[in-house]
T-cell receptor, first 119, second 114 residues
């Protein structure tokens, strides 16, 4: 199976600052996804990041607030800009890889997440 | 558009008891359906998924789920709960097709009493 790592695993930041979260995959993948999981809530897709093109943002998320880079097929970064306490969440990256639970399928795998607290 | 409803936010069962976590979905196209588990301070792990074919799907750790189109449901079950099953469980839906975006339910926290 693939390994998806994220850095940092957690951080405490002051409002008004920015944090860049890194996602590294040990396989080459076309599409990477960034999700947000607010306290006590489910996962919400922020954007889809394809290598070599602009990220596609979901409704309610904008590039100025969450700029994304995708410099190659194994790496992506998400920046949370001008942070406020409302940005306190777990941020997860995910990718599609050849499935293990279902033979022959592609399944979505998730990184361990970055737990962000904004004070 | 797709949506997922997971009724309730918390389920508590005794060790050895049946686990039943409910999930209902709405989708304008034939859906793919998923259950993920999230252990404390960890990322999401795929338990099982339904794409096509057999409507009863078996996953890891003894869990299974049945796709019932007439009821738009995909409930997760396990015959006998184990303490290690305590976690948060998310149901998700995507339109059929490869590399499709997932829409998640709010999640259910499962507690297992000794």
């Amino acid at each position: 199976s693939a390994v998806i790592s994220q850095k940092p695993s957690r951080d405490i930041c002051q409002r008004g600052t920015s944090l860049t979260i890194q996602c590294q995959v040990d396989s080459q993948v076309t599409m990477m996804f960034w999700y947000r999981q607010q306290p006590g809530q489910s996962l919400t897709l922020i954007a889809t990041a394809n290598q070599g093109s602009e990220a596609t943002y979901e409704s309610g998320f904008v590039i100025d607030k969450f700029p994304i880079s995708r410099p190659n097929l194994t790496f992506s970064t998400l920046t949370v800009s001008n942070m406020s306490p409302e940005d306190s969440s777990i941020y997860l990256c995910s990718v599609f890889l050849v499935g293990l639970a279902v033979r022959g399928s592609y399944e979505q795998y998730f990184g361990p997440g970055t737990r962000l607290t904004v004070t | 558009a797709q949506s997922v409803t997971q009724l309730g936010s918390h389920v508590s069962v005794s060790e050895g008891a049946l686990v039943l976590l409910r999930c209902n979905y709405s989708s304008s196209v034939p859906p793919y359906l998923f259950w993920y588990v999230q252990y404390p301070n960890q990322g999401l792990q795929l338990l099982l998924k339904y794409t096509t074919g057999a409507t009863l799907v078996k996953g890891i750790n003894g869990f299974e789920a049945e796709f019932k189109k007439s009821e738009t449901s995909f409930h997760l079950t396990k015959p006998s709960a184990h303490m290690s099953d305590a976690a948060e469980y998310f149901c998700a839906v995507s339109p059929s097709g490869a590399n499709s975006k997932l829409t998640f339910g709010k999640g259910i926290t499962l507690s297992v009493r000794p």
